[in-house]
């Protein structure tokens, strides 16, 4: 079966501007965790998603924020993009999340200027 | 809050063994194996569940010492496709399967002929 695709690979943006990313979980997968990934802080929890709804977040400021679609789809948004942001933003999906093994997407490098 | 791992690197040789160990301050439900090899995304291993259950890969073997918050991963005979950068994350308990990975650092490990 198909693995977790994330759009777009790469992206380029400037300070102030507001970036969606995209994940697509695996078919059958009801969780969505998203992860930003530097080489200083290693891999940090953004948030995951389960049915729609946010379970649990990590400590980042509101500017990041994400949603989960019906079809177990998630979004990332990131606004008023900062220096520091510039990352790989990876996302993961499980069965049902808990203690369930996490299939990690691709990823999305993001680079602000 | 952050697991530490040990060590930050290591280099072997191939068909050498090495351990990979995860501490963390905090009380643990489970401890989490990740392998991340270059420009690639993580790769799940192992997960190690509080009271004794393991899920994995047969040919990785870990342990997880609960009074200790400690996690070790044991490589053995090693391969080149050993090779990378291998994550632990630790969840401390969730409600209703929520699911919040704290990953540690990482330990580089490089595999030589």
């Known amino acids: 079966k198909a693995g977790v695709t994330q759009t777009p690979r790469y992206l380029i943006k400037t300070r102030g501007q507001q970036v969606t990313l995209s994940c697509s979980p695996i078919?059958?997968?009801?969780?969505v965790s998203w992860y930003q990934q530097t080489p200083g802080q290693g891999l940090q929890f953004l948030f995951e998603?389960?049915?729609?709804?946010?379970?649990n977040k990590g400590n980042f400021p509101g500017r990041f924020s994400g949603r989960q679609f019906s079809n177990s789809r998630s979004e990332m948004n990131v606004s008023t993009l900062e220096l520091g942001d510039s990352a790989l933003y990876l996302c993961?999906?499980?069965?049902?999340?808990?203690?369930?093994?996490?299939?990690f997407g691709p990823g999305t490098r993001l680079t602000v200027l | 809050q952050q697991p530490v791992q040990s060590p930050q690197a290591v280099i072997l040789r191939e068909g050498e063994d090495a351990v990979i160990n995860c501490s963390s301050s905090?009380?643990?439900?489970?401890v989490h194996w990740y392998r991340q090899k270059h420009g690639e995304a993580p790769v799940f291993l192992m997960i190690?569940?509080?009271?004794?259950e393991q899920k994995g890969h047969e040919k990785i073997s870990a342990s997880f010492n609960e009074k200790k918050q400690q996690s070790s991963l044991y490589l053995t005979a090693s391969q080149l496709s050993y090779s990378g950068t291998y994550f632990c994350?630790?969840?401390?308990?969730?409600?209703?399967?929520?699911?919040?990975?704290?990953f540690g650092q990482g330990t580089r490990l490089t595999i030589n002929p």
């Open positions: 905090k009380a643990l439900y489970s």
């Open positions: 993961a999906s499980s069965l049902s999340g808990g203690t369930d093994e996490q299939f």
């Open positions: 078919s059958g997968h009801r969780s």
């Open positions: 998603y389960f049915s729609e709804t946010q379970r």
């Open positions: 190690l569940l509080k009271g004794g």
């Open positions: 994350g630790t969840e401390k308990g969730s409600w209703e399967g929520a699911q919040k990975l704290v």
